[in-house]
């Protein structure tokens, strides 16, 4: 063999090797962040399967049911007469929105003591970004018609 052929193929045994290490890293990456959405009514029959995956659950707040040690909190979500205890010991504190009655989804896994261990949690923001009820004056048309020259504009 020439040393021409030589380096040829030793530098492609290094571009197969990079090429293969970054291939595993991606897939470990991705099977590591990956999570699945179910519902505490889902995550009661899945059996074994529950233990060993990273899940997502969401349900809403049992009222009285938070307490909270300075990040850690203690809570439970309920859903459709099912309901599940939660033990987050996370970095961060939850959200201000996260409160008695309020829409959450926790994020980690179930343990096999029956208690989902959430890594992460976020809570639904209040209702003030829902549609407006039939019947309650906006107010905010008859400011901006006020306050807009464009409006003045084409009404004249």
Not at 121 to 127: E, G
Request: glycine share 10%; aromatic share 8%; proline share 4%.
């Amino acid at each position: 063999m020439s040393s021409q052929n030589n380096k040829i193929l030793k530098f492609g045994s290094a571009i197969v090797v990079i090429v293969l290490a970054l291939g595993y890293l991606a897939y470990t990456g991705v099977q590591e962040s990956k999570s699945y959405y179910v519902t505490i009514k889902e995550l009661r029959g899945m059996g074994d399967g529950a233990y060993t995956k990273r899940l997502r659950v969401a349900g809403n707040v049992l009222p009285g049911s938070i307490k909270r040690s300075g990040t850690n909190v203690n809570f439970a979500l309920t859903e459709n007469d099912q309901v599940l205890n939660v033990v987050y010991a996370g970095t961060e504190p939850p959200p201000d929105t996260f409160k008695d009655n309020a829409q959450a989804l926790a994020e980690g896994s179930f343990g096999r003591d029956g208690v989902f261990h959430a890594k992460q949690i976020q809570a639904k923001c209040a209702s003030k970004y829902a549609p407006q009820q039939q019947g309650t004056p906006t107010g905010a048309g008859s400011k901006m018609s006020a306050l807009s020259p464009a409006a003045n504009i084409s009404s004249n």
